[in-house]
């Protein structure tokens, strides 16, 4: 098997026409000692993929752009240093991430989601010699090579962020485990969830209902916090013991001092209220924000944290041993999270990304037809 020198993507041109998609080639990364290859089959939409497009989170570093980092497919090339053990014709996955340095000390402390060198998987500029160079890698052109994301027939990613799919969890449902799924469960983990605790999940999107099914597989009890009312029935099949209606007056009080961990995975925190969130937790217990809204969080006194000791504090990701242990508990205990399907094409990338910007996905879109769309899958 082997990879063409340029891959076919799905890509925008401008954050102005954002979920405007046309097919062409770009040229990938050039392929190094450590890099995999990997033929796509799907790839999941990320509200981070939205901001991106949007221009929410600023300009593109480069035009045209392919999006998506929850991508399953099948490894096409392996480099000669390889040694995960990753081998041709493996399904395996990339989540939003595909490079470190690995000799930081983050990197060597199983943190190299917090490595200084780290690359994303899309709209990000590559160095020399993965990664180790200050020089910046060129294109055939002489211009600097950007990563690109998965909405596309093929990925390259170094060995290290390329995980091994268990055979039991379907693809589609594998795609946003990447990215959703391992940004939620990186910080319920390192929080120590498990029975005993009182955890609340805010804002049941993608990364917000498979916080409830991690939540609830680790032992704790679980609320959903949602402004959006239909949504309970869905909640609590995923696992919530719970669900609080957030655009209910005075919905806080008879949470007071209730939360050892709220996982805050909305997308507007900006808007929110946040004293009244804080006084839901309970003593020194944390207010996670993985959500990363376009703008600021909302002003706060430090009186805001001194009625129970509470903090507020972020995360992002997750790292390769946090995903294999993930994907075990999926595949262990049979966890289904809710996908909704759509083919890839110019058309369905737009239908997808409209979806997620305007709340209407339940929970999580992954992009499918791959194969048909790009003419692999032959190998
Ligand atoms: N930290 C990281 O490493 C990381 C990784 C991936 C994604 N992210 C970020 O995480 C966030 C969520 O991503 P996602 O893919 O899960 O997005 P999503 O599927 O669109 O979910 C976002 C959720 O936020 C809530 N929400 C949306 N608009 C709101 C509003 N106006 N007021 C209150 N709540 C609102 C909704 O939940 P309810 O209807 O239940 O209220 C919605 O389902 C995004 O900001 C994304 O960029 C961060
Ligand atoms: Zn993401
Ligand atoms: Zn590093």
Redesign the pocket.
């Known amino acids: 098997m082997s990879t063409p020198d340029q891959f076919d993507g799905f890509m925008i041109h401008d954050t102005k026409n954002w979920s405007t998609f046309h097919k062409q080639k770009f040229e990938p990364k050039q392929f190094e000692d450590h890099d995999v290859d990997i033929e796509s089959e799907c790839c999941g939409v ?3 993929d939205v ?1 991106t497009i949007t221009g929410g989170w600023g300009d593109l570093s480069t035009s045209p752009l392919c999006v998506g980092h929850e991508v399953i497919g099948k490894v096409v090339k392996v480099g000669k240093a390889c040694k995960t053990g990753v081998k041709v014709g493996d399904r395996v996955g990339v989540g ?1 991430q595909v490079q470190a340095c690995m000799q930081c000390g983050n990197c060597k402390s199983d943190n190299e989601n917090y490595c200084p060198a780290q690359v994303d998987t899309y709209n990000a500029p590559y160095k020399q010699q993965e990664g180790h160079s200050d020089k910046p890698m060129l294109n055939s052109s002489g211009k600097q090579l950007f990563s690109q994301g998965g909405f596309s027939s093929h990925i390259r990613a170094h060995e290290y962020f390329v995980f091994p799919i268990p055979d039991s969890i379907p693809s589609h449902e594998a795609a946003p485990m990447m ?2 799924g391992l ?1 939620t469960y990186s910080p319920l983990a390192r929080a120590g969830c498990g029975p005993g605790k009182k955890v609340a999940i805010l ?6 209902h498979f916080g409830i099914l991690w939540a609830k597989a680790m032992g704790a009890e679980v609320w959903a916090l ?3 009312a239909d ?1 309970e029935e869905a909640a609590k099949k995923l696992g919530a013991d719970h669900f609080v209606l ?1 655009k209910n007056k005075d919905w806080a009080e008879p949470l007071a001092f209730t939360f050892n961990f709220i996982l805050n ?4 925190t900006n ?2 209220d946040l004293a009244t969130y804080m006084s839901t937790l309970a003593v020194n217990g944390e207010f996670h924000n ?4 376009d703008k600021p969080l909302p002003q706060m006194m430090a009186q805001d944290f001194a009625p129970n000791g509470s903090k507020i504090c ?4 997750g790292s390769r041993k946090e995903c294999l242990e993930m994907l075990k508990l999926a595949a262990d205990k049979k966890l289904k999270p809710m996908i909704e399907t759509i083919d890839i094409s110019e058309q369905g990338c737009k239908e997808a990304v409209e979806k ?1 910007k305007v ?1 209407d ?1 339940r ?2 879109v992954t992009l499918t037809g791959f194969h048909k769309a790009f003419g692999t899958g032959k190998a």
């Open positions: 990320c509200g981070s901001h939003a990215c959703a940004t804002g049941i999107g993608g990364l917000g949602s402004h959006t949504k957030t995975a909305a997308d507007m808007e929110f993985v959500g990363l809204p972020g995360s992002h990701i997620v709340n996905v929970f999580r």
